[in-house]
Nanobody
Framework: QVQLVESGGGLVQPGGSLRLSCAAA????????MGWYRQAPGKQRELVAVLTSGGSTNYADSVKGRFTISRDGAKNTVYLQMNSLKPEDTAVYYC??????????WGQGTQVTVSS
């Protein structure tokens, strides 16, 4: 089992930047893919970005060129650098870990609000 704790959310003006962090605790070699998802009020949870254990990345079209997912293996942490933020990026952001066994784990979520 893997436990995930997100941090770094907050209020930012349009055009600003934030960096989200997801600290993972547990059996790290069991993680196949880590990703960030978001859920805005009244909408379904959607994929933002994923990073595989092999280093491959994938992004939602709406964030390509603005968001970057990365990891620090020594700290067992995955980051989401968000630049050029827009009001439509406002949502609760969740970290997710997919294990090789097929089991998935979610973090508790962190609120990101983009508003002037």
């Amino acid at each position: 089992q893997v436990q995930l704790v997100e941090s770094g959310g907050g209020l930012v003006q349009p055009g600003g930047s934030l960096r989200l962090s997801c600290a993972a605790a547990g059996s790290m070699p069991s993680i196949h893919v880590m990703g960030w998802y978001r859920q805005a009020p009244g909408k379904q949870r959607e994929l933002v970005a994923v990073l595989t254990s092999g280093g491959s990345t994938n992004y939602a079209d709406s964030v390509k060129g603005r968001f970057t997912i990365s990891r620090d293996g020594a700290k067992n942490t995955v980051y989401l650098q968000m630049n050029s933020l827009k009001p439509e990026d406002t949502a609760v952001y969740y970290c997710h870990a997919a294990l090789f066994s097929g089991i998935g784990s979610w973090g508790q979520g962190t609120q990101v609000t983009v508003s002037s």
